[in-house]
Nanobody, 126 residues
Framework: VQLQASGGGLVQAGGSLSLSCTASERTFSNYGVAWFRQAPGKEREFVAL????????NYADSVKGRFTISKDNAKNTVFLRMNSLKPEDTAVYYC????????????????????WGEGTQVTVSS
C-alpha cells in the first residue's frame, strides 16, 4: 500500500493544522495507522495511532488533549487534527500503516509499521 501525507505548513503557536494520510488500498480499513514525527537531530517518535481491528486510539503524552486522530474508511484516509500547537511540535510528520494484529505497546513502535508515507513538514513559530 502507498501512503500520501499532506497538510503540513507554518503556523503560529496556539494555532491548528490538519494532516491527512491517504492510502492507495481500498482495504485501508483493515490497517492500523499511526502518525510519527521526527525533529532535526532527534529520533522518530510516536504521536498517535488508530488500531485495527476496532478503532481505538492512543496518543503520546505530549500531544494528548491537543491532537485527534480519526479515520474515514470510505475515503481511505486518516486524519490528524492538531490544536494548540507549540514550537516543540515542529517536526516532519509521517504516517505509517500495518496489517497485523499487535499489542498496543507494539503499535507505538515504528518498527511495527510496514508502510510509510513521505513526511510533511510542520513548523510552529513562537
Amino acid at each position: 500500500v502507498q501512503l500520501q501525507a499532506s497538510g503540513g505548513g507554518l503556523v503560529q503557536a496556539g494555532g491548528s493544522l490538519s494532516l491527512s494520510c491517504t492510502a492507495s488500498e481500498r482495504t485501508f480499513s483493515n490497517y492500523g495507522v499511526a502518525w510519527f514525527r521526527q525533529a532535526p537531530g532527534k529520533e522518530r517518535e510516536f504521536v498517535a495511532l488508530i488500531r485495527w481491528p476496532g478503532a481505538t486510539t492512543n496518543y503520546a503524552d505530549s500531544v494528548k488533549g491537543r491532537f485527534t486522530i480519526s479515520k474515514d474508511n470510505a475515503k481511505n484516509t486518516v486524519f490528524l487534527r492538531m490544536n494548540s500547537l507549540k514550537p516543540e511540535d515542529t517536526a516532519v510528520y509521517y504516517c505509517a500503516a500495518h496489517a497485523r494484529r499487535v499489542a498496543l505497546g507494539s503499535s507505538r513502535s515504528p518498527h511495527t509499521y510496514d508502510y510509510w508515507g513521505e513526511g510533511t513538514q510542520v513548523t510552529v513559530s513562537s
